[in-house]
């Protein structure tokens, strides 16, 4: 199970950018979308690939899926060169773009599914299994005859999870599989993934914003910032570094002075009865949540995680 599964070797993109320089003068740029990102993912992990707007995460994955040639770098997924053999790796891997479906807009979701099976050529038993399994676990009962257009975010996302999936791939890469998405759907979607790498073992590469989804999902995370790998490890690790803070937001009964006295914790804003009380991100809420609740009224309380942009910019100040 601990074979290098994915393998990055100083991994470059560079685009050529035109620009107008003037009314007749036209310059070229060059970006450096993906800078030389090494790395390597083991069968069965489940890895988050988070960084700020334009650091390179969808470059890396497109190169990852052979749509784009790298500019320079080794790379390599379950033994195969992306680019060179797109077919024979389309076949192992699986994709989710959270902003974009990959299924036929006026088809119901069970002739899009119907369709896919041909193009991947599965077997019809293993076909039937997996669409069941899918339809099950990720509750599409009823969706199956509704076309694609006249489902909500969140059932469509659920439909694009379960097209990803039905050729049973080896590798899962998601972008933003819950951007937008409410909180049920949102907890259905992960339930359904920690579930599938467990089961199936599927190696899953995730991108996404949600900060949520990568404490429930994965035990390693790697930031990018312009192109280049800036941390991988453990998410409290990263914590750590940039000595991010999470937001207990509490309701009282009434309203009331700011609180204080709470160990491990801050009131950084009120508003009526609602507080906001400010504690590190690797501490644990437990402790400070019961301090509360034994001193003050306590009504109702939500813990939020900080913004994956914040955390960044904390990991700069701190190095
Ligand atoms: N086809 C392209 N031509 C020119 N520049 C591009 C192209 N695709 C991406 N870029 C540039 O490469 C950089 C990295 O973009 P990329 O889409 O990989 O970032 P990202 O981390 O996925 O961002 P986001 O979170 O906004 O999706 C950006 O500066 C982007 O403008």
Known sequence: MDED???????????????RAGRLRR??????????????????????????????????????????????????????????????????IGVVFGQRTTLWWDLPLRDSYAL????????EARFR??????????????????????????????GDITAALLHDPDVLYLDEPTIGLDVVSKA?????????????????????HDLTDIEQLCKRVMVIDEGRLMYDGELSGLHEVGE???????????????IEGVDGARTVRT?????????????????IVSQIADGWPLVDLSVREPDIEDVIAR????S
């Open 315 to 318: 990991m700069y100040g701190a």
């Open 27 to 92: 310059e070229r740029r060059e970006v450096r979308a993906v800078d030389g990102i090494s790395f390597t993912v083991r069968r069965g992990e489940m890895v988050g690939y988070i960084g700020p707007n334009g650091a390179g995460k969808s470059t890396t994955i497109k190169m990852l899926t052979g749509i784009l040639t790298p500019s320079g770098g080794r790379l390599r997924v379950a033994g195969v060169d992306p680019s060179r053999e797109r077919t024979r790796l389309a076949r192992r």
């Open 244 to 258: 991010s803070e999470r937001t207990l937001v509490v309701d009282l009964e009434r309203e009331l002075p700011p």
């Open 116 to 123: 896919m099976r041909r193009m991947y050529r599965i077997p």
């Open 188 to 208: 259905t979607v992960r339930r359904f993934l920690s579930g599938l790498n467990a089961t199936e073992g599927t190696t899953v590469l995730l991108t996404t």
């Open 5 to 19: 599964f994915i393998v990055l070797e100083g991994l470059e993109k560079v685009f050529q950018v035109r620009r």
């Open 271 to 287: 508003d009526g009865p609602r507080q906001w009380l400010a504690f590190p991100a690797s501490a644990s809420a437990a402790p």
């Open 129 to 158: 299994e997996n669409l069941e399994r899918c339809v099950e676990l990720l509750d599409l009962g009823g969706l199956l005859e509704v076309p694609v257009r006249q489902l909500s975010l969140g059932q469509r996302m659920r």
